[in-house]
């Protein structure tokens, strides 16, 4: 095996269960469900939901019920909430299933189920209008309503007025399933909501990205980002003041420069809208790569500096010793780190779980 290698996506497992630690016991009173849904956020299902169980989550949340059942041949007996897929999708019997209409509820019978309100996100989730009558439908079912829920679409701008109008809006809709006679708990707060809105965790909080170590929030939180994303340096070369770099030739060296080439390129999730506009951690600090990102590779200038091949390259890690994060990546290509370690999951990227005994 080489010494170092090409594209890796390594996952601390302790950062995860720091995270849900500090997350659950932020939620002390409710129970905290870790939503590993899109293969948990880019970082892997199972391991991922392995840590967190063993952290101080009890429950699992997906979206896909192709996501639940592979958690359960993996061995785990949690209980899990599948919220969203297409009608007459196959669930294995013991996974919660989330119901917005009527509709779907006819499809289900003996099964534990979650009515979802739409309280303002107008997106999943039951209408108001047609609310009291999916209650009453549910109430008169074979199934067991084991919750009521909603999800709130600004929670990660306090004091944003759309938190409070949900919360109402649910505060309602809770109310209609007491009248119609079924006993629901509830749950509303992702994880931005858990960390700042302590009145909205009812008896369930699902946490995802706080628990993958990324905040959310405008504030300091002291989550750990649990995924690292490196390569290394594969040839070494100078060039002459004057030269250009990569394909379209968009960046030219106005002094003679040691370059490295380092092998990963948007086929591995850096993405080519980076272009021009980001920095790698190497050889002790952080360097400019220079030109468009190919591909399968990208240049990084290194001044006077000598690096050699086999040097370590950190494309995206926690950010402690000076390197850049998901969330930097993320703002300059003007979207979310969500999206940013999600898209990590590509074939030819190794992945490499730390943490894993413990
Ligand atoms: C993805 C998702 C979550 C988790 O949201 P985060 O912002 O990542 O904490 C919670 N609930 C639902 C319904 C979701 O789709």
Not at 210 to 239: C, Q, W
Not at 241 to 255: I, L
């Amino acid at each position: 095996m080489p010494d170092q290698p090409r594209a890796e996506v390594t996952v601390d497992l302790d950062h995860i269960r720091h995270n849900v630690a500090l997350l659950s016991a932020r939620a002390a009173g409710a129970e905290t469900m870790a939503v590993v849904k899109a293969d948990g956020y880019g970082h892997g299902a199972v391991p991922v939901a392995r840590a967190a169980l063993s952290a101080g989550a009890t429950w699992l949340g997906v979206a896909s019920v192709h996501e639940a059942a592979v958690l359960r041949a993996a061995g785990i007996t949690a209980p899990i909430l599948a919220w969203l897929d297409v009608p007459g999708a196959e669930a294995p019997p013991d996974v919660d299933l989330s119901v917005s209409s009527v509709e779907q509820l006819a499809g289900l019978s003996g099964r534990r189920i979650h009515l979802k309100i739409d309280t303002g996100l107008s997106r999943n989730g039951c209408p108001r209008s047609a609310w009291p009558e999916l209650v009453a439908a549910a109430a008169a079912s074979d199934n067991e309503v084991y919750a009521v829920w909603s999800h709130l679409a600004c929670a990660d701008e306090p004091g944003h007025p759309s938190v409070d109008r949900q919360a109402e809006r649910f505060a309602e809709a809770y109310q209609v399933a007491l009248d119609a006679g079924l006993k629901p708990r509830r749950h509303l707060a992702n994880s931005a909501a858990t960390l700042d809105r302590k009145d909205l965790h009812f008896d369930l909080v699902r946490v995802g990205i706080a628990m993958y170590g990324l905040n959310p929030l405008p504030y300091h939180e002291d989550l750990r980002p649990a995924m690292t994303f490196r390569s290394s340096v594969v040839l070494v070369k100078r060039i002459d003041a004057g030269e250009s770099v990569s394909y379209g030739h968009t960046w030219t060296a106005d002094r003679a420069t040691n370059l490295a080439l380092v092998p990963v390129g948007y086929a591995d999730g850096v993405s080519r809208s980076l272009s021009g506009r980001f920095d790698v951690f190497l050889g002790g600090r952080r360097r400019p790569v220079r030109g468009r990102v190919c591909m399968d590779q990208i240049i990084v200038d290194c001044g006077d500096d000598e690096v050699l091949v086999g040097d370590e390259v950190v494309l995206f890690g926690t950010g402690d010793r000076g390197e850049p994060t998901a969330r930097e990546w993320a703002d300059i290509i003007g979207t979310i780190d969500y999206e940013i370690v999600t898209g990590m999951y590509r074939a030819r990227v190794a992945r490499r779980y730390l943490g894993e005994s413990s």
